[in-house]
């Protein structure tokens, strides 16, 4: 989750921008920003971890495997709902109350945009 001052695009605080890590052995790829060197986005951090437990539980033979890989397809098809929601809460106007309250509560569950505050 980003810190208010660590925005998406500003340099990685982890690494320092570099992309690597220090370890033991040799330097290896920044865990935080993924070899970026900058700060990702939430989305973009979500969906890169994603794909590593998917990584990890796609040939596991865990007998939770299958229920970790339906988790993440259902959160993926979660987010995606809620995308679909926002941007139809988005197209209304502020005078519509409840579409303005799901647009918000929508984008704190995706965190796309900073919140303004009136």
């Known amino acids: 989750m980003e810190t208010p001052t660590q925005k998406a695009g500003t340099a990685c605080l982890t690494c320092y921008g570099t992309g690597e890590a220090a370890t033991d052995g040799a330097p290896e790829t920044c865990p935080d920003c993924y070899g970026e060197g900058r ?6 951090k979500l969906e890169w971890r994603l794909r590593a437990i998917e990584s990890a539980y796609r040939n596991a033979e865990r007998e939770t ?3 970790v890989l ?3 397809n259902e959160l993926r098809q979660t987010r995606e709902a809620l995308l679909r929601i926002l941007a ?3 197209d209304e106007a502020d005078s ?3 579409a303005r309250d799901v647009k918000y509560q929508a984008n704190e569950a995706l965190g796309l945009y900073e919140p303004v505050v009136s």
Do not use: E, I, K, M
Not at 39 to 44: D, I, Y
């Open 96 to 98: 519509n109350v409840a």
């Open 70 to 72: 339906w988790l993440v």
């Open 65 to 67: 495997a299958g229920d």
């Open 88 to 90: 139809r809460c988005q």
């Open 39 to 44: 700060a990702l986005g939430r989305t973009t």
